[in-house]
């Protein structure tokens, strides 16, 4: 007859799983995201967004037009592919999320953000090659939702919780840049955090439910900033 985990066993395990996005989504965790703006800077200098208000309609077009079809639901489907060990599949969305970076700068974040997080794991042990299971190794040059998926997976992180765990980091940080170049002050930014929580619940709900065929993010925006940000004379990020 099995042996059925306990109520207490399976509650530790939730707990370590929370814990392990915890560490995942930390701005203290070292893989240099405060390094980067995702064209909000380029954004602050060309005038689009100037305060709180402006701030937070630019969020949530990036969120809702951006996010939600893209980094979300491949993030699900990543993880979806970490977990039953479909390597093809894995090489694939990691492919299709490269070939939607529409700038220099943003592809170079995506790269060098997943490489870093790969050079952390890989120092936890936590890469796939670390782990006895037949999970395949991660494809040469994985972005950064790619290794993301995989650290959520191999922590025990259900789908859902990673999607938020990974817009909630994505919202720090980018009230993280308004706060030091906009400016924007912190209780300003705690405003936003408050308007913009629900939306990323919405934002998940919406990117589990799209079709293959209904993703692709829209931000023409966001793209034109990327790229006017590679001139910009005066900076503070690098994207």
Same mark, same amino acid.
């Given at each position: 007859?099995?042996?059925?985990?306990? $109520?207490?066993?399976?509650?530790? /395990?939730?707990?370590?799983?929370?814990? *392990?996005?915890?560490?995942?989504?930390?701005?203290?965790?070292?893989? *240099?995201?405060?390094?980067?703006?995702?064209?909000?800077?380029?954004?602050?200098?060309? *005038?689009?967004?100037? %305060?709180?208000?402006?701030? /937070?309609?630019?969020?949530? /077009?990036?969120?809702?037009? !951006?996010?939600?079809?893209?980094?979300?639901? @491949?993030?699900?489907?990543?993880?979806?592919?970490?977990?039953? !060990?479909? /390597?093809?599949?894995?090489?694939?969305? %990691?492919?299709?999320?490269?070939?939607?970076?529409?700038?220099?700068?943003?592809?170079?974040?995506?790269?060098?953000?997943?490489?870093?997080?790969?050079?952390?794991?890989?120092?936890?042990?936590?890469?796939?090659?670390? +782990?006895?299971?037949?999970?395949?190794?991660? $494809?040469? !040059?994985? *972005?950064? @939702?790619?290794?993301?998926?995989?650290?959520?997976?191999?922590?025990?992180?259900?789908?859902?919780?990673?999607?938020?765990?990974?817009?909630?980091?994505?919202?720090?940080?980018?009230?993280? @840049?308004?706060?030091?170049?906009?400016?924007?002050? +912190?209780?300003?930014?705690?405003?936003?955090?408050?308007?913009?929580?629900?939306?990323?619940?919405?934002?998940?709900?919406?990117?589990?439910?799209?079709?293959?065929?209904?993703?692709?993010?829209?931000?023409?925006?966001?793209?034109?900033?990327?790229?006017? +940000?590679?001139?910009?004379?005066?900076?503070?990020?690098?994207?």
């Amino acid at each position: 007859m099995p042996i059925e985990a306990s $109520p207490s066993e399976m509650a530790q /395990g939730d707990d370590l799983a929370l814990l *392990g996005l915890l560490q995942l989504v930390s701005p203290a965790l070292p893989i *240099g995201a405060f390094a980067f703006s995702q064209g909000l800077e380029s954004a602050f200098e060309l *005038g689009w967004v100037r %305060d709180e208000a402006s701030l /937070g309609e630019w969020l949530e /077009g990036v969120l809702d037009d !951006g996010l939600t079809r893209c980094e979300l639901p @491949v993030l699900a489907r990543l993880q979806g592919a970490w977990a039953v !060990g479909d /390597g093809e599949a894995v090489a694939e969305w %990691d492919r299709w999320l490269a070939a939607n970076r529409e700038t220099a700068e943003l592809a170079a974040e995506d790269s060098r953000l997943g490489a870093s997080l790969t050079r952390l794991l890989g120092s936890l042990e936590l890469l796939p090659t670390d +782990h006895s299971c037949e999970a395949p190794s991660l $494809p040469k !040059g994985a *972005g950064y @939702v790619t290794v993301f998926a995989w650290a959520a997976q191999i922590r025990g992180v259900t789908p859902r919780q990673a999607m938020l765990g990974f817009a909630w980091a994505w919202l720090e940080n980018q009230l993280a @840049v308004a706060c030091k170049a906009l400016p924007l002050g +912190h209780t300003a930014a705690q405003r936003l955090i408050e308007r913009l929580r629900p939306a990323l619940v919405a934002a998940v709900d919406a990117a589990l439910g799209l079709r293959d065929d209904e993703l692709g993010p829209a931000l023409p925006g966001l793209a034109l900033a990327s790229a006017l +940000h590679e001139t910009q004379y005066s900076r503070l990020f690098r994207s």
